[in-house]
């Protein structure tokens, strides 16, 4: 059974920063690409950033402007993600995903349970 | 860079057929693929590749598309189909993955 459980959330003031992780199991990590998809109170759903599994590639939408980094560990089956700059739009539950690809076929079978950022003075 | 397109809302009865569609697909080269999203949960995968089901998906649950469509149609509707829905792409060109903006199904 996957497992993604998401962590380090909480109050952060705007221009602040915060690295919130997601620990993975049941999945062949090292070989999974991995995303951040974040959700605003009562909005959609906003993909954030993927980062193969070997971490050398990774992408990010045009929102996140140098101001996130994602990364991975995967001697410890965890993904990062590190915001900076935050700013009251960037408050959200950020989920992690694994990701799925069969040629053009890309889709996030499987999902954390998310962590709330909130960016607030 | 896409735009995949929903309509905000849509209501039906419990037992009629409910059809929710994905605008911008297009014309069938990047696959859509549709979740379902209940209040305080994950979202979670109901249709992928236009009209494949992931194995624990009921019957009812199933995907077409024409021309720069895509829809998500739910028969028999019930009482716990009342959710949230985005449909969702891959562009290969930007490697970025697009949602659209969601349909709140209303089981009236």
């Known amino acids: 059974e996957v497992q993604l459980v998401e962590s380090g959330g909480g109050l952060v003031h705007p221009g602040g920063s915060r690295r919130i992780s997601c620990a993975a199991a049941?999945?062949?990590?090292?070989?999974?690409?991995m995303a951040w998809v974040r959700q605003a109170p009562g909005k959609g759903l906003e993909w954030v950033s993927s980062i193969s599994g070997t971490g050398m590639n990774t992408y990010y939408a045009d929102f996140v402007r140098g101001r996130f980094t994602v990364s991975r560990d995967n001697s410890k089956n965890t993904l990062f993600l590190q915001m900076t700059s935050l700013r009251g739009e960037d408050t959200a539950i950020y989920y992690c995903?694994?990701?799925?690809?069969?040629?053009?076929?890309?889709?996030?079978?499987?999902w954390g349970q998310g962590t709330l950022v909130t960016v607030s003075s | 860079s896409y735009v995949l397109t929903q309509s905000p809302s849509v209501s039906v009865a419990p037992g009629q057929t409910a059809s929710i569609t994905c605008g911008g697909a297009n014309n069938g080269y990047n696959s859509i693929h549709w979740y379902q999203q209940k209040p305080g949960q994950a979202p979670l995968l109901v249709v992928y590749d236009y009209l494949e089901r992931p194995s624990g998906i009921p019957e009812r649950f199933s995907g077409s598309y024409s021309g720069n469509t895509a829809t998500l149609t739910i028969g028999r509707v019930e009482v716990g189909d009342e959710a949230d829905y985005y449909c969702?792409?891959?562009?290969?060109?930007?490697?970025?993955?697009?949602f659209g903006g969601g349909t709140k199904l209303t089981v009236l």
């Open positions: 969702q792409m891959w562009d290969s060109t930007t490697n970025h993955r697009i």
């Open positions: 995903a694994k990701e799925e690809r069969n040629w053009n076929v890309l889709t996030m079978p499987d």
């Open positions: 049941g999945i062949p990590f090292s070989s999974d690409t």
